[in-house]
């Protein structure tokens, strides 16, 4: 499986990218292909630096609630990846990556990822959460409190 994405990802992307760009190309003019090309690339990152500072603002107000931040994590993730994307050249790069980069799109990426995917939430290091030290029978974890003393040899 994993080389069946990597033949992909190497092979078909780029030359279904070439294809179109050739047949952009072909409609509108070279010039004009190249400055659309660009244009997507701009608005890119345009798009990239005000939903990059939303989302890490969005992280913050949940470490300031004592909340693991995984939506606002995946969804950097999305927005380094649709980054990326928009910085290569061709169009259907461009729509996957604008695709990460709107709030919308990238909200339903990540919560179809999520469902897919294990999320484990537990307490932030320095804070603790309601319940924190006692045994969860549920879960099949005990905690045995205790203290240490760190001695340097």
């Known amino acids: ?16 990218e070439i294809y179109i760009l050739i047949a952009v190309g072909t409609q509108i003019g070279a010039l004009s292909t190249i400055a659309l090309c660009l244009l997507t690339a701009a608005i890119g990152a345009a798009l990239l630096q005000r939903q990059g500072l ?14 693991v931040p995984a939506m606002e994590m995946l969804e950097g993730v999305a ?20 695709a990460c ?3 919308f799109t990238r909200r339903l990426m990540v919560l179809g990822l999520m469902q897919r995917v294990r999320v484990v939430h537990g307490p932030i290091q320095g804070q603790s959460r309601p319940g ?14 205790g203290e240490f003393k760190r001695r340097d040899p």
């Open 54 to 67: 939303q989302t890490m603002q969005r992280a913050r107000d949940n470490l300031d609630r004592g909340r």
């Open 101 to 103: 980069l709107i709030p």
């Open 79 to 98: 927005l380094a990846i649709g980054g990326v994307l928009l910085l290569t050249p061709g169009f259907v790069t461009d729509a996957i990556g604008l």
């Open 132 to 145: 924190a030290g006692q045994g969860s029978e549920a879960e099949g974890r005990q905690t045995i409190e």
């Open 1 to 16: 499986m994993p080389l069946l994405i990597l033949l992909t990802v190497l092979v078909v992307v780029p030359l279904t």
